[in-house]
């Protein structure tokens, strides 16, 4: 969205939310988190305003599904197979690269489905 902001906004997502590994995946809270602000408008404009929450409401859903679909579940500890409120146990998670055939895996699928997604509902606003 070419604000760094929104990056720092989602920065406590790591670990689930600040290694709270019960909550949901961070890139799952991101998504959500995009996906209310691509589908904001002013209060004021009531039609567009419930038209957005609709689309964002429908399209998180959709995305949740999908997420627990591919990866089994949707909350960090689960995905990742680690607990983090062990003394060391995100650094091991580092350390180990254990991050690259998850954490990478649940950011590239996130990314693709909020493409596709954003396609699709291109198309319906042209049809």
Same mark, same amino acid.
């Given at each position: ?5 929104? #990056? ?11 290694? !709270? ?13 995009? #996906?209310? =602000?691509?589908? @904001? ?15 964002? @409401? @429908? ?34 998670? #580092? ?8 954490? !990478? ?8 489905? #909020?493409?596709? =997604? ?5 198309? !319906?606003?042209?049809?």
């Amino acid at each position: 969205m070419g604000n760094e902001d929104f #990056l720092w906004a989602g920065i406590a997502f790591m670990g689930g939310i600040g290694g !709270e590994q019960q909550a949901p995946c961070g890139a799952v809270s991101s998504a959500a988190i995009f #996906l209310g =602000l691509q589908n @904001r408008c002013p209060s004021a404009e009531k039609q567009k305003a419930k038209h957005g929450r609709t689309v964002a @409401r @429908r399209d998180a859903s959709e995305y949740v599904r999908s997420f627990r679909e591919k990866f089994g579940g949707i909350a960090c500890g689960d995905l990742v197979g680690m607990d983090f409120s062990k003394p060391g146990e995100y650094q091991r998670f #580092l350390e180990s690269g254990v991050w690259k055939n998850t954490c !990478e895996k649940f950011v590239g699928f996130t990314i693709e489905k #909020l493409y596709e =997604l954003d396609e699709r509902n291109a198309e !319906e606003q042209e049809s």
